[in-house]
């Protein structure tokens, strides 16, 4: 049968090649548009997952500071030491005691761990034995003792006064975790009546810095002659600013270590104005007044604030609470003293507070005299440390207690007590009322007993 003819006014409908192909391409392109909206929803799933991860984490960090906070003890046992942490912490004290006193280390330490529960770090260039830390009433549950790295050849031409900045920038760099709030500072002449970070945990966030006695301003002293050679006209700028001391910081951890590796760049790049002894306070100063771009910085007056430099306050005329505390004009307790040896009253009142504590009730000092050849003369020279004390035998127990002393002299009206390096000789004054002591095996090692010249 033949094939029948369509109906008039009808025809078949004819596809061209040509509109076949883009029928196929746009099936295939709203199907490639939907696979991606399906991988892009997929990825944003993964994106809140991973986050709600991160808050998870970082909540149960958080939880483990305040926890740590409230229980110190439990604390302990889990994080024996700062580098255990590795996460975050609240509070952590940094302090170089590179060449330091031991005397004036140990009283660092003990007094930092009287007044606060928090961290120390103690940069040191030998390990001191624990034994000895723990008979000087050292918890060593609380302190990390960090070995420093050798200074390059530009900062070990310089004082300890500017070294001390350099090992803990050193520090800074390799050290683990995270911090909110840090102290730096060195272990010479400070020690402490209160927790620092209670008072620092209440301020703006930044760096504090501490200045010196009202009326010492920057172009008095030494500092100023470093400030004009490093800075040359730029100094003018500074003529009036009050003077910051060198060697105690507290604050925001991001401040600090941003303060302190500009000022180690400060100092590095300042060539032959870098080699000179006291640099580091100058830029210091120079920084702090005029140039910390990037860095909340606060300072503090000497007579009010938390921190007490006693280096240019005329000597004892300090103000104490009934408890023998150092109190401002405002009647609050420092938190941090410093320059203490200018004090001799103040010395003794803190030797005798720590004395007392570290003596059992019923001890009983042993003889330290016998272990000296004492008699009346002097020994200029060869000064290795000084400290108030009260008696002869107090002198005679301060210097077996420093292992690289060899003799000492005493003088009764002044109540004063001077260390020395074996190898001294010794002079007559009868005028005087100074006594000397030389160990007993200096004295058959070649120093004479009664060597009077």
């Known amino acids: 049968m033949p094939p029948r003819r369509a109906t008039s006014g009808q025809s078949a409908p004819a596809v061209s090649a040509n509109h076949f192909c ?94 606060t529960p928090s961290e120390l ?57 995270q911090v909110k709030i840090m102290q730096l500072s060195n272990v010479d002449d400070i020690v402490f009546q209160a927790d620092p970070f209670a008072w620092a945990s209440e ?65 590095t790049s300042k060539g032959a104005c870098g080699n000179r002894p006291g640099v580091v306070n100058a830029a210091e100063n120079f920084m702090a007044h005029l140039a910390h771009p990037g860095i909340s910085l606060h300072l503090h007056d000497n007579r009010r604030g938390p921190v007490w430099s006693g280096e240019h306050v005329p ?48 001890f009983r000092a042993p003889d330290t005299c016998a272990a000296f050849h004492v008699e009346a003369c002097d020994m200029p020279g060869h000064d290795l440390a000084h400290t108030p004390k009260d008696t002869e035998s107090d002198c005679c127990a301060a210097c077996v207690a420093n292992v690289g002393c060899g003799a000492f002299t005493f003088s009764l009206s002044r109540r004063h007590c001077w260390l020395k390096r074996p190898g001294g000789a010794k002079k007559n004054n009868p005028a005087s009322d100074m006594r000397c002591g030389v160990r007993v095996v200096e004295a058959t090692q070649g120093l004479p007993p009664t060597g009077i010249v």
């Open 121 to 177: 770090v103690l940069l040191v260039e030998q390990m001191p034995l624990e034994s000895d830390l723990r008979d000087s009433g050292v918890d060593l549950t609380r302190l990390k003792l960090e070995r420093v790295l050798p200074l390059p050849s530009m900062w070990s031409m310089l004082s300890r006064e500017d070294t001390y900045i350099f090992y803990i920038h050193q520090y800074l760099q390799r050290m683990p975790g």
């Open 315 to 362: 000597a004892n005329s300090f103000v104490s609470d009934a408890e023998n505390h150092v109190i401002n004009e405002d009647g609050y307790q420092y938190a941090v003293l410093r320059s203490y040896h200018a004090h001799d009253e103040l010395w003794r009142n803190i030797q005798r507070k720590f004395e007392k504590l570290q003596a059992p009730p019923d």
């Open 22 to 115: 883009w029928t196929c391409v746009c099936m295939l392109g709203t199907s490639l548009v939907g696979q991606i909206c399906l991988l892009v929803s997929l990825l944003g799933r993964l994106a809140e997952v991973q986050h709600a991860g991160e808050l998870q984490s970082t909540v149960k960090i958080a939880n483990a500071s305040t926890s740590s906070a409230i229980d110190v003890e439990a604390s302990k046992k889990d994080l024996a030491t700062p580098a255990a942490v590795g996460t975050s912490m609240d509070f952590l004290a940094v302090a170089c005691a590179v060449g330091a006193d031991q005397d004036a280390t140990a009283l660092f330490i003990r007094s930092y761990q009287r007044a």
């Open 203 to 267: 301020q703006e966030p930044g760096l504090q810095l501490f200045l010196d006695e009202p009326g010492v301003v920057v172009n008095s002293g030494k500092t100023w002659k470093l400030i004009e050679f490093c800075y040359g006209t730029q100094a003018a700028r500074l003529h009036s600013k009050p003077r910051i001391p060198a060697g105690y910081m507290i604050g925001s951890s991001a401040d600090l270590q941003q303060f302190v590796s500009d000022l180690v760049g400060e100092v």
